[in-house]
């Protein structure tokens, strides 16, 4: 906040500027930025998230909470990347009590976005060997953000991105036979007796790598918010059972050893709820993430600086949405999946004993021509790509998975298709109930255009 004082002397009158920059007040229309990162990788011997959750023998990386804190006039936002699959509710809501308690950072401004990174803890039930070290989580996610906070310092921002064809999928694939869905790691897909023909796949991808980056006045990296849209799961943690970040993990090496030690990257998930790998837990997985990390090094090359002054600015808004109807599922469409319908009955009582409507948190934040909006849910590729449509602002992401966890959320198309991602318990949030949430995505980026 700049004021100005008049200060009597014995002969005259002269006005002296006096500069305060002091927790949320900086200069009108400087940019400030801070990053760090905090390692979290779980103790050995805790469950690892998946199918059969597997219990951890070794590391092959570390996983991180990864921070960054921007700031524009009074206006300050954190956006933190974590190296797990997924947050619950409480666990966020306890990291931002503790952020409020240290900074000058309000709830509505900070967003946690786990990366869905399948070499990582089993975060929603958690269970015995786990419950440990979730409950050290809220304090080293805000501690990295705190830091950040701390660290915070003039800086000058630059948007860059690649475009990758290369190393996702859309993972439903129709079957000629009903015309619906099977997801392309199933085991029947391969078998021609069972599945003599496919359709293709059901849907698109979302080839953008947004890297935005933040350099000091001296033109060093001081790090960079990266956004792509896959299933983070190249990892081998089948066979090995190593902890691993996966391939985010591999972008951020990638953008430290280009651009130096101090330069952090934070990592936020795309709409990836139908877009994976075409070939999960592999032994190259390094080689075959490296395509995404080569790719946010160039994005980062050739980014554009974006002129001052750039605003920052947020919103979020709880919103309440009906569950799914959980109760209406029939055995048949698991078994069509060829699995056992008792094999899904303790998820669909998840479903089922939840309430009628849930609150979850929607947000949108901008960096200068930059936006984010955010989805508590693994949301399919159509929806983010939805939401860049009707995004007021030339660059939009999608973070999905931010601050809560609500299980999958399908498309009207995808609904009709059946599939893996439509099983209660699996899926909680009605079809009503996931436009509802991207409508609020897209109205709250519509007020921060205009303010």
Not at 115 to 123: A, E, F, K, V
Not at 131 to 160: F, H
């Amino acid at each position: 906040m700049v004021l100005m004082r008049k200060v009597k002397s014995g002969f005259a009158l002269s006005a002296v500027l006096v500069l305060f920059v002091a927790g949320a007040e900086c200069v009108r229309g400087e940019l400030r930025a801070g990053f760090s990162q905090i390692e979290i990788t779980p103790p050995v011997g805790a469950i690892i998230t998946g199918p059969a959750g597997p219990v951890s023998t070794g590391i092959d990386d570390p996983l991180r909470a990864r921070a960054m804190v921007v700031q524009s006039g009074d206006r300050k936002l954190a956006i933190v990347g974590v190296d797990l699959v997924k947050i619950r509710r409480d666990l966020a809501d306890e990291t931002i009590a503790l952020v409020m308690q240290q900074t000058s950072l309000t709830r509505d401004a900070v967003l946690i976005c786990p990366s869905h990174n399948h070499s990582s803890p089993l975060i929603p039930m958690g269970g015995p060997k786990n419950q440990d070290y979730i409950a050290t989580l809220p304090k080293l996610i805000a501690d990295s953000i705190v830091q950040a906070d701390q660290a915070l310092q003039a800086a000058r921002l630059s948007i860059g991105r690649s475009l990758v064809y290369e190393g996702h999928c859309n993972r439903r694939v129709i079957a000629k036979a009903d015309g619906l869905a099977l997801n392309v790691w199933l085991k029947k897909v391969d078998d021609l007796n069972e599945v003599p023909q496919v359709l293709g796949t059901e849907g698109p991808i979302d080839p953008e790598l947004w890297v935005i980056r933040f350099d000091s006045l001296d033109g060093k990296m001081l790090g960079t918010l990266v956004n792509f849209t896959c299933h983070p799961c190249l990892h081998d943690r089948i066979e090995t059972h190593n902890w691993s970040a996966d391939f985010p993990g591999v972008i951020a090496e990638h953008i430290a050893q280009a651009y130096g030690e101090q330069a952090v990257s934070v990592f936020t998930q795309g709409a990836s709820g139908n877009i994976q790998p075409p070939v999960p837990w592999t032994a190259d997985w390094k080689q075959r993430s490296a395509v995404f990390a080569q790719a946010a090094v160039d994005a980062a090359r050739k980014a554009i600086p974006v002129k001052e002054p750039v605003v920052v600015d947020y919103m979020r808004r709880d919103v309440e949405v009906p569950r799914c109807d959980a109760e209406a599922q029939s055995d048949q469409t698991i078994a069509r999946l060829g699995w056992r319908p008792e094999s899904f009955e303790g998820a669909k009582r998840t479903a089922v004993a939840m309430p009628r409507t849930l609150s979850v948190p929607v947000s949108a934040a901008r960096i200068g021509p930059f936006a984010i909006a955010t989805n508590a849910g693994e949301l399919f590729v159509e929806w983010g790509i939805s939401v860049k449509k009707r995004s007021p602002f030339p660059h939009t992401i999608l973070s999905e998975l931010t601050n809560d966890w609500i299980g999958y959320e399908p498309t009207a198309q995808a609904f009709e298709h059946e599939g893996y991602e439509t099983l209660a318990g699996v899926n909680f949030v009605s079809l009503e109930g996931i436009q509802t949430l991207v409508d609020t995505a897209v109205e709250l980026l519509d007020h921060l255009s205009k303010k």
